[in-house]
């Protein structure tokens, strides 16, 4: 069966620097792979995803993935964070169109 | 709105009170699904429906007890719950049950269970 870990649970960054979110999957066959957001108070909104094909995606608010399999890893990059992005940040994986299954979360904490 | 509406926002209980959990969507989708949100721990899949047939129920103990009436409605009945059930739940929708890489899921707001 799949899982997902989320190796920091909080990562506070100060505002305009770079951030890396990482996310390991393991699997035994191939899947697809999902950052999803949640801002206070609010549900899981979908970020991008990774299916086939351009192992780097992005999202449109500056948001990008890399997949990479010989790593298990699809790690999730902006090069500039502002205010607004500050939320909890989930991995997750799904098998051949099994039901998602999700990482812990990283809260991503933004300082002004 | 997403596209998911989730009543109560909030919702403070006895251990030995019987609630409702609803959950509606307008997106047409036939699949929908059941997660507990705990601190520190992953999202975890409780209940999942497809055409309003339970397809998978992840040991989830008796005193939750899903519904799902038609494909737009879903419920989550509650009794003698107890403080560790404490958590947000958050129900989501998709497409059809195998529509999940090309759509992900639309998730509600969460209802915010306190279980006292």
């Known amino acids: 069966a799949q899982s997902v870990t989320q190796l920091d649970s909080q990562v506070p960054v100060f505002e305009e620097a770079p951030v890396e979110l990482r996310c390991n999957y393991s699997?035994?066959?191939?899947?697809?792979l999902f950052w999803y957001v949640q801002y206070p108070n609010q549900g899981l909104q979908l970020l991008l995803k990774?299916?086939?094909?351009?192992?780097l995606v992005e999202s449109i608010n500056g948001f990008e993935a890399e997949f990479n399999k010989s790593q298990t890893s699809f790690h999730l990059r902006k090069p500039s964070v502002h205010i607004s992005d500050t939320a909890e940040y989930f991995c997750a994986v799904s098998e051949r169109n099994t039901p998602l299954v999700f990482g812990k979360g990283t809260r991503l904490s933004v300082i002004a | 709105e997403t596209g998911v509406t989730q009543t109560p926002r909030h919702l403070v209980m006895g251990m030995t009170n019987k609630k409702s959990l609803k959950c509606e969507q307008h997106l047409g989708h036939n699949a929908m699904y059941w997660y507990k949100q705990s601190a520190k721990k992953p999202l975890e899949l409780m209940f999942v429906?497809?055409?309003?047939?339970?397809?998978e129920n992840n040991s989830v103990p008796s005193r939750f007890s899903p519904e799902c009436p038609n494909s737009s409605h879903l419920f989550l009945h509650l009794h003698t719950l107890q403080p560790e059930d404490s958590a947000l739940y958050l129900c989501?929708?998709?497409?059809?049950?195998?529509?999940?890489?090309?759509?992900?899921?639309?998730f509600g707001s969460g209802t915010r269970l306190t279980v006292v």
């Open positions: 989501a929708s998709s497409p059809t049950l195998t529509a999940i890489a090309n759509y992900g899921y639309t």
């Open positions: 429906y497809s055409l309003e047939e339970r397809v």
């Open positions: 699997s035994s066959v191939s899947v697809y």
């Open positions: 990774y299916l086939s094909g351009s192992t």
